[in-house]
């Protein structure tokens, strides 16, 4: 802390977590699970291969639709002086 104030930089507090404005909650992970969901697997990398091919199957368009989705709800967080 000390060398944080020597240098100059002022120590912002971090906004509390809020799971209704992770990207995961909306999007990424939701379908991940319905996907795996019932799956067997006998390692972890056959988890990380079935994972990859899942992300990579997925269309440019997906991520960037999905994240432009986001914008209302931040917005409607930030215009109700909610922490984000």
């Known amino acids: 802390m ?7 930089f002022e120590l912002l507090p971090h906004s509390p977590y809020s799971p209704d404005l992770a ?7 939701s379908d991940l699970k319905r996907m795996l969901a019932g799956k067997s697997f006998s390692s972890n990398e056959e988890v990380i ?3 990859e091919a899942y992300f990579e199957a997925k269309e440019k368009s997906y991520y960037k639709n999905s994240i432009e ?6 917005n ?9």
């Open 23 to 29: 990207p995961s909650g909306y999007f990424l992970f």
């Open 49 to 51: 291969s079935e994972t």
């Open 76 to 84: 409607q967080c930030i215009s109700d002086n909610k922490y984000y």
């Open 69 to 74: 989705k986001l914008e209302g709800p931040y």
């Open 2 to 8: 000390a060398k944080i104030h020597e240098l100059g």
